[in-house]
Structures are given as C-alpha cells and as structure tokens.
C-alpha cells in the first residue's frame, strides 16, 4: 500500500503546473461555497433570532384557536405553571408572556392603524433587540403604567414634534456647523422630530373582549428604529398591565407564551418537552416556523437557491478534476501498460489512479475548506458591513435585514460540503480508474 | 531439458474484411528451460507479435499457448497478469521504466507486488544493482540515467523476482554498440547464474551470435530454427 501512496503522490506532481491550476480551482470553487453558506447561515440565524426574541420566541405556546382567528380573548391557560417548568429545560434561556392586539393610536396630527404589543418590560430588555434599537428615549421600564415605545416612522406619521420646535432645533444646528464649515444633512431634522416626540401624549383605541370601544391616554417613553418599515410604521410596545387594561383581558392573561432557547439546535428537544408538558390542555405548541410562516418559507426558498447555485460552481469545478485526472491517465497509457506488462494486477493498478484522485481531492479539500473556514471565521469575529453596497431599511417578511453580517460557520456544514466534493470527485475518477486498466497493452508498447 | 514455452499452430492476424495482415501463420515453437534464445528476422516478420503472444499481452487469432505448462491462451487478465508478476520479466526496447521512481525503487516494484518482505528486498535489489553495473546509482531517477543504464536497470527489474522466463524486445537497440555488448554480457551471465531463460526479438547481430538458439522469421511463420552453428552450416 505504501508504495502505491509513493508513486501517487509523485505521480500527481508530475506535472507541477496541471496540479497547481486542479487545486486552485477547486480551492477558490470551495473557498466560495463555503464562505457563501455560511454567510447565509449567519443571516438567517439572525434574522431568526431577532425575529423570535421580539415576538414569540423558538416556541410559542398559544390557544389553539389563536392561529386562524388571532383574537385577544384567545388566551394560554395556567401560563405560570409552564413558565414554571419550561424554564426548568436547561436549553431554554427564557420564556416571555405576550398580548398581542390590534388599534389605532391617535395623536393631534393623525391616527394610524397599529399592533399592540403589550411585554413584560425586564424580561423583554434582556431578550428583545427592539430594546437595543432605540433612537430617542429609553426603553420600557417595569413601574411604567402608561406609557409607550413606538417606531420612528410612526412618530413621522402622528407628527408629535411641533414644526416650528424642529425648524428652531435646525436652525441652531446650522448656524454651528457654518462656523466650523462643516456639511449638515437631513439627519438632524429627523433627530430634532424624534426627540420632541419623547413625552408626547398619544391615545391607544381599540375595541376590549366584551366589544366595548376603549381609549387610553399615553405618553411616549422611546421611540426605537427596526429599519423595517412594517414595524418601525405600526408596531408599538406597552407594559403587559396596560394592554390588559386596553383589551379587559384578566391579571394573568396571556395571547402567547414565547421559549427563547439558548441554541435554536435544541428546539426539537424542547418542542417535544412542551408538547409533553401541555398534552391534554388547549394549549397548541409551535415551532417558530409556524408562527412566522413567511420568515420560514423565505429561508427556505433563499437556502435553497444558495445551495443550487453553490453546486453549479462546484459542479463546473467537478468538470476541472475530472478533465485533469482523466488527462494524466491519458497521457501515461504507455506507462500503464508497462505496469501491466511487469505484473501489476489490474486492481493495484485502479487503486493507483483512486490513490491519485483521492490525494487531490484531499488537498483541495483541505486548502479550500481551510481557507474558506479562515475568511469566514475572519468575518464572523469582525462582522461584514455590506451598509455601502445595499439600501438600508431591506426588509423579509416585515423583519428587517441587517446590514452588517456575521457569517456562521459550522462543523456539520464544512463535515457535508467536505464530504460531498469528496464523494463527488472519487465518483468523478470512476471513469478513469476504468480507463486505466482498459488498453490495449500491445498497441501501446509496440 | 524441460520445456518453458510451447506455441501449437499460433496464428495472428490483424485488420478485417479484404485488408488483413497475418503477423502469424500457424507457429510451432517450443523453447527449452535455461535457453538463450533469439528471434530475428525483418521489421515486420512477427518478432514482437510472438512475444506479445507468449506473455498473453495479446491474444492468438487460433492456436494455443503454453508457458511452463500453463496454458495462457486459456487464462483470464488477472491469471495473466500473475504469470507475468510471478513467472515473466520484460526488458523493451525504450527501457519503459517508471519515471517518478528511482532505480532502486523501480527495482524493487515487482518484489514489492509480490509482497517480499522489506529486508529481504533490500538484499536483493542491492546485489542485482551492483550485479549489473549500477552501485551508487540507486537514488538516481531515469532522467538521470544514460540509455543503457536505464537499460540496465530495466533487466534488474525483469530478473528481480526471479521469473522462469525473460522476453526481451530488441533490448539493444537503442544503445550503442560499446553498451549493447556490456549489456549482453550481463545477459548471459545471468541466464548462466540465474538459470533464467531469455528469449530476444533482434536485429542485432552480435546478439544472434552470442545466442545458443536462433529462430530466423520470415513473414510470420519460422523460417529457420537450431543453433547459430546449425543455421550457418545450412546456408
């Protein structure tokens, strides 16, 4: 066996310049696929991320009812109970209780149609990234009664900064910079628009359980900025008691009961630990999947042309070995044949050329699995900001799209890319292993 | 004398339909255990067909072949294959060894498939290097090498496992006439050892006068056969 390894590994260098040009393409082919992916991973698990800590968690236990006709009165029955024991699942990092509701909030400048989102305030600080994305104001606190956090967009709309307060703002702002002759653009109006809005009255109306109109009088606490026009123009927070109040909803009412996981690779474990925990109750269990159905379909649909198109790459660079390994079996066929001569068995022969295959696929797996591991990870620690090249404010499925991503890599990926080029390259040498074993000793010799 | 190589009626031909070339015409031929034997003849009579023949690295339009009484034209690859690792040993013409092994590693190549242990390969690939003429050079590859050492190398690798048999195709034709005497020599010094056969195809006269059998070829078919004394005394 050792001396096969010998002879096909000098065999490969043989023609140093062939070798080169195989591995480089099948290194820059895997370096690509593999920083792609888990580029990819790493903007789908924080969009996903993101998504289930401000809404629902991985897993979201609600009224079995509340997915085809979401009503306030829908709500998760003895919900201290299974925070109780769900936050016993070492996997689980914490559980969050929801009221989700519809209204209008009004302000002297307008009304707009929102979604209410009624948070425990401490617990939603730790897990939500709406809390880390707040532009005036702070976020909720826990003692606050009547107050609100809006987006940036609904606080254009209501027009709760008083004109002539902003143009007065601006205008300071623009008498400074001249003195220092410095450029001023239109972020200072927006910022003047925002900050005037913190402390401004609004009212919340909607309709409680019994049909009854309600309205509430509110004061913005925040005002956060997703990015995402779908939320940052009509979604609100208020503290839990609040929404209660506003729907008539009782003291421990809930329309969710969300499980924020330590890692999403727990969650089949842990949907299964909940589904056991609530058997027999009218409580339905779902997966985040369920809960936010575009979220999920559109990763599907982006991972799975990420894959189709990682593969025609790889599948171009399969075209590149092959042509190489079949190449160096043609033009040794005169050597071959004298191997054959001497007595080499027809099998030690195959197993030379699958040695020489296999070596090359080697060493383009790893130089191409390690140097793309190594840019990846590079950009995983560091973050890539894409901000220069794509419109903020890209948005899937009403979540926004962050603008500076951190690649994920793992690895099962490296483990299945790795495996597949492998496979793919010694089913690929096949051919020539036949081919190398298959001549007609005589001709060749002559 | 036991017989190593028998032919019976061994014909070839190549070609289909009006344009066909019979290389061999019905050859008997029976070669004796420890000959030193030549085929000549012109380009073309069939010299390197009747090897290829008796090495089953091509196959007889009719007739059978017989080598050390195993029938090769009744043999599959993989029989083939193992007569000629354990029981064959090839010089060519253009010494066709391994480029990407030394000389001691291409040497050793055929003991190495036959599985001889390591030690005992180092002790035999060394006395055949220095048996002939190569000591010091094991480490050279064939690059490095002169045409007749390579050739050189080529008949270490063809008696290195002992084989019963040695078909040499035109050994000394791609070396000069100093060389291709020094070549000879050691030749005949290892049929005379080694008790190996050698059976040549050749256009060399000095190989047809050293040899003890000579089969004269003429468009495929024996023309002459006996010792050189014989086929002189017939002229």
């Not at chain 1, 519809?102 to 302000?107: D, I």
């Amino acid at each position: 066996m050792n001396h096969i390894f010998k002879l096909g590994w000098r065999s490969i260098w043989r023609n140093r310049r062939r070798t080169i040009i195989t591995l480089s393409s099948m290194t820059l082919g895997l370096v690509l696929a593999v920083f792609f992916i888990a580029m990819a991973e790493g903007v789908y698990e924080k969009m996903t991320d993101d998504a289930v800590r401000m809404l629902g968690g991985h897993i979201t236990l609600e009224h079995p009812e509340y997915r085809d006709a979401p009503a306030v009165d829908l709500t998760v029955p003895e919900v201290d109970r299974y925070r109780k024991d769900l936050e016993a699942i070492p996997a689980v990092e914490s559980t969050k209780v929801l009221v989700l509701g519809q209204g209008v909030l009004k302000s002297g400048g307008g009304a707009v149609g929102i979604t209410l989102i009624g948070v425990e305030p401490a617990t939603e600080k730790l897990t939500s990234p709406m809390a880390r994305k707040i532009v005036a104001g702070s976020y909720l606190k826990d003692d606050d009664t009547r107050k609100v956090l809006i987006g940036s967009q609904l606080a254009r709309q209501l027009k709760l900064g008083k004109e002539r307060d902003i143009k007065r703002i601006v205008s300071f702002w623009q008498s400074l910079f001249s003195v220092f002759d410095l450029p001023m653009d239109d972020s200072i109006a927006e910022l003047a628009r925002l900050h005037l809005a913190i402390g401004k009255k609004v009212v919340i109306t909607s309709t409680n359980v019994d049909g009854d109109l309600v309205e509430e009088l509110v004061r913005v606490r925040g005002i956060f900025k997703m990015g995402a026009p779908e939320m940052d123009g009509y979604l609100i927070q208020v503290p839990i008691d609040l929404a209660r109040k506003v729907y008539g909803l009782g003291k421990n009412d809930v329309t969710q009961l969300g499980v924020v996981l330590k890692s999403a690779d727990d969650q089949e474990v842990v949907l299964a630990a909940a589904r056991r925990l609530t058997q027999g109750q009218p409580v339905t269990v779902l997966p985040w999947e369920d809960v936010l159905p575009d979220l999920a379909a559109y990763i599907r649909i982006d991972g799975g042309s990420n894959i189709i198109f990682q593969g025609i790459i790889l599948f171009l660079i399969m075209f590149t070995i092959f042509n190489s390994i079949l190449m160096s079996v043609l033009e040794r066929t005169r050597e071959f044949a004298v191997l054959l001569a001497i007595g080499t068995p027809p099998k030690v022969l195959r197993l030379q050329v699958m040695v020489e295959t296999a070596l090359i696929g080697l060493l383009g797996c790893v130089l191409g699995l390690g140097l793309g591991s190594l840019l990846a990870y590079f950009f995983q620690v560091n973050g890539m900001d894409l901000r220069g090249m794509m419109p903020e404010g890209s948005t899937v499925s009403g979540f926004a799209f962050d603008l500076i991503i951190y690649p994920k890599l793992s690895f099962e990926m490296l483990a299945w890319v790795g495996g597949l080029v492998f496979g793919a390259i010694m089913i690929l040498g096949l051919y020539p292993m036949r081919k190398a074993t298959r001549m007609p000793l005589a001709d060749l010799l002559r | 004398m036991k017989t190593i190589v028998k032919m019976e009626n061994v014909s070839k031909d190549y070609g289909q339909g009006d344009v066909v070339v019979h290389a061999l015409r019905g050859v008997n031929l029976e070669i004796a255990k420890g000959d030193f034997a030549a085929l000549a003849g012109p380009s073309g009579s069939g010299k390197t067909t009747l090897l290829n023949m008796i090495s089953g690295l091509d196959k007889p339009s009719a007739g059978k072949v017989w080598v050390d009484e195993a029938e090769v034209t009744a043999m599959g690859r993989t029989a083939k294959s193992r007569l000629r690792l354990n029981r064959i040993g090839f010089v060519f013409q253009a010494y066709n060894l391994i480029p990407v092994l030394t000389a001691y590693e291409n040497a050793e190549y055929v003991l190495m498939l036959q599985g001889v242990a390591a030690k005992e390969r180092k002790q035999k690939v060394m006395d055949l290097l220095k048996q002939v003429g190569l000591a010091g050079m094991e480490k050279r590859f064939p690059r490095e090498l002169s045409g007749g050492q390579q050739q050189r190398v080529a008949i270490a690798r063809a008696i290195a496992a002992e084989p019963a048999l040695v078909l040499a195709d035109e050994p000394t034709a791609n070396v000069d006439s100093a060389t291709a005497a020094a070549l000879l020599d050691l030749m005949v010094q290892l049929n005379e050892e080694r008790q190996a056969t050698f059976l040549f195809s050749t256009h060399d006269q000095n190989v047809m006068d050293r040899s003890r059998r000579l089969i004269l070829f003429k468009d495929g078919r024996i023309d002459q056969n006996g010792t050189p004394a014989e086929l002189q005394a017939n002229k």
